[in-house]
């Protein structure tokens, strides 16, 4: 078969770590004969040096016109100083509207090869941890009026909270599908002893869970979820929150399986079309160093194969690589520790197409 990919590799580490997943996304094609077309395009700082516009409607309409996108990530210093509805990071807030992206799947995975990276003590995380992020992604606080105003105490700036029941019921939706395929419990997460926002989102998905009677539910506050994620985070499977809440705490559960180099994720719209992203940003402090962990971008290009190519076997092949290279010893600056073999991003990718 033959698949568009739209790649958008974006600023900082992001061209180095989707060089390398387009290394190993050639070798999936020639090993099981299929042809990935690729059409790259600008998003992000890179975007507004070379068009002033950090979203150029030929990135979007290319985007549309592909079966699936894949991104590196958008960022850096240099754009820093910007006004923030100018920023780099827009064209990805944009991208994910545009693009109808409401769902984003943050899987973390501990690997057994990696245990010597987790910061937490083993008999914490002995037997592994698996668990998913279900995080809500083109509403909430990201996406709500945002604006400046006088004050009292002078000038302020504010951005508001806000979700639709029906932003809410179609996370809830998908969390609950998923978790009936692994172990029938979801978490949600919110702030409702604080914000209105969240008593809503607690209602619906209260009501969405009498579609689902095999599933557990469960309430957290954010400030207890964080707290519990280090804590015993096996006490967690599909866990289901907030665009800003979701954004915090699949950084902190990407520690816990060694780094966030090693996160991908997946934004799904309605049907199979999705953009693939790794959870990290653009790391403008390793960028062009070849130190960047390219398994998270790599990971979440099988994640693309699986969820909107329907090609399971190959997306496992990917994670098996991964994972023999780690058995192998193979690590990368943030999840190197003594006694293992030291390697840079493009060795990364080489080693993983090679185990393909
Ligand atoms: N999806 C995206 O495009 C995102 C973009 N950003 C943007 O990225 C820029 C940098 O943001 P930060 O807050 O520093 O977050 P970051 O995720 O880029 O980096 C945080 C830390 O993790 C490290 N790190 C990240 N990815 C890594 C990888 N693959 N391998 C090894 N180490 C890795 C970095 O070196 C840094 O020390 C900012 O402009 C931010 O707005 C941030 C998050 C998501
Ligand atoms: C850069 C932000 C727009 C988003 C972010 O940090 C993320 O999606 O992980
Ligand atoms: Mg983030």
Redesign the pocket.
């Known amino acids: 078969m033959n698949y568009k990919i739209a790649l958008i590799p ?5 061209p180095e ?1 989707v060089a390398e997943t387009v290394k190993v996304l050639e070798k999936v094609s020639q090993k099981y004969g299929h042809t990935f077309e690729y059409t790259e395009v600008l998003a ?1 700082g890179c975007a507004i040096d070379a068009t002033g516009a950090c979203l150029p409607q030929e990135t979007i309409d290319i985007c549309k016109a592909s079966d699936a996108v894949l ?7 240099q ?2 100083t910007l006004p923030g509805d100018q ?3 827009r064209a ?1 807030l944009g991208l994910r509207k545009e693009l109808g992206l409401f769902a984003n799947l943050r899987p973390a995975l501990l690997f057994d090869e990696l245990a010597d990276a987790c910061p937490l003590k083993p008999e914490i995380v002995e037997g592994g941890l698996d668990l998913v992020v279900v995080r809500e992604l083109t509403g909430g606080i990201y996406f709500g009026e945002k604006g400046f105003k006088d004050t009292d105490l002078g000038p302020a700036a504010y951005d508001v909270e806000q979700y639709a029941e029906e932003e809410v019921r179609r996370i809830a939706v998908v969390a609950f599908d998923m978790a009936m395929k692994r172990n029938k419990k979801v978490t949600s997460v919110d702030k409702a002893n604080v914000l209105e926002s969240s008593r809503l989102w607690r209602r619906v998905v209260a009501e969405v869970a009498k579609d689902y009677p095999e599933v557990a539910l469960d309430n957290l506050y954010i400030d207890n979820a964080t707290m519990q994620m280090v804590r015993y985070p096996k006490q967690f499977d599909v866990i289901v929150t907030s665009n800003i809440f979701g ?1 915090i705490l699949s ?1 902190e559960a990407s520690m816990i399986t060694g ?3 090693m996160l991908p994720s997946a934004s799904l719209a309605k049907g199979n079309f999705g953009m693939y ?10 960028a062009k160093q070849n ?7 790599i990971l979440s290009g099988a994640m693309m194969l699986r969820y909107t190519f329907g090609l399971s076997e190959e997306a496992e092949a990917i994670e098996a690589a991964v994972k023999q290279i780690l058995a192998e010893g193979y690590r ?3 999840i190197y520790t003594d006694g293992k073999k030291a390697i840079g991003t493009k060795e990364a990718g080489d080693l993983i197409a090679a185990a393909i």
């Open positions: 974006g600023d900082g580490i992001g770590v992000g991104l590196g990530a958008v960022g850096g210093w754009w820093d920023r780099p990071e990805l954004d950084d780094s966030i180099g992203e790794p959870v990290h940003g653009s790391a403008p402090d390793i130190k960047a962990n390219p398994m998270a971008t990368t600056p943030d």
